[in-house]
């Protein structure tokens, strides 16, 4: 059956330059998360989608990252002004519901800013 | 300020012997903990969880103990194979706003030799 996936699986880009990140989660999966790892860390928790809102994004660093997911399946992270410091990998995951219900990772996209 | 860590960021096992990888956090509000594996170029994968009401939870040649005195928790791998080699993340969670968003450690990675 097919899994969380992530496109693309790399993506380099400049300093200053905007980036789209895309996740196509399990099918039916009505909850949505996006993680960002970097280098010897631990996923580290981005925002949290329940269908198509945004239940929480706390984990967003500041305004230059912007999550939607408008029909409650595929969702695209956007990234601004790309600066050297948000290189990592991205990681999407989704669950059947959000309460607590098993996360399935996808692969990630490794985003490298030069 | 890390609330989840893992101390030991390598661990090397004999083929058929035991794994104990560790965790420790700080949060007291931390109420349901989860172990997930991650291969290469791959997404982390669900292990194993354990609630806070329970100090054990079995699955197979997996077993995760939890000491809530101590706030420390253990995974357990007995016997011990080479496609155990991989990198364990420890995460801890509580519910809020109607989700439990995982706050994960850095990882143990765990080789296996044969």
């Known amino acids: 059956g097919a899994g969380v996936s992530q496109t693309p699986s790399n993506k380099v880009t400049e300093k200053g330059k905007y980036v789209e990140l895309r996740c196509d989660p399990i099918?039916?999966?009505?909850?949505l998360y996006w993680y960002r790892q970097s280098l010897g860390q631990g996923p580290e928790f981005l925002i949290y989608?329940?269908?198509?809102?945004?239940?929480?994004d706390s984990g967003l660093p500041n305004d230059r990252f912007f999550a939607v997911r408008p029909e409650g399946s595929v969702s695209t992270l956007k990234i601004q002004r790309t600066e050297r410091g948000d290189s990592a990998v991205y990681l999407c995951?989704?669950?059947?519901?959000?309460?607590?219900?098993?996360?399935?990772f996808g692969p990630g996209t490794r985003l490298l800013v030069l | 300020d890390q609330q989840v860590k893992q101390n030991s960021p390598s661990l090397s096992v004999q083929e058929g012997r035991i794994s104990i990888l560790n965790c420790d956090y700080t949060?007291?509000?931390?109420?349901?903990f989860l172990w997930y594996k991650k291969y290469p170029a791959e997404g982390p994968t669900f292990l194993i969880s354990i609630s806070s009401i329970k100090d054990k939870n079995e699955d197979g040649r997996f077993t995760v103990f939890l000491n809530k005195s101590a706030k420390h928790l253990s995974l357990h791998i007995v016997p011990s194979q080479p496609g155990d080699s991989a990198v364990y993340f420890c995460a801890a969670s509580y519910q809020s706003g109607g989700s439990y968003i995982p706050t994960f450690g850095r990882g143990t990675s765990l080789i296996v030799h044969p």
């Open positions: 995951a989704s669950s059947l519901t959000g309460g607590g219900g098993t996360q399935y």
């Open positions: 989608f329940q269908g198509t809102g945004a239940a929480d």
């Open positions: 949060n007291s509000m931390f109420d349901y």
């Open positions: 099918s039916g999966h009505t909850a």
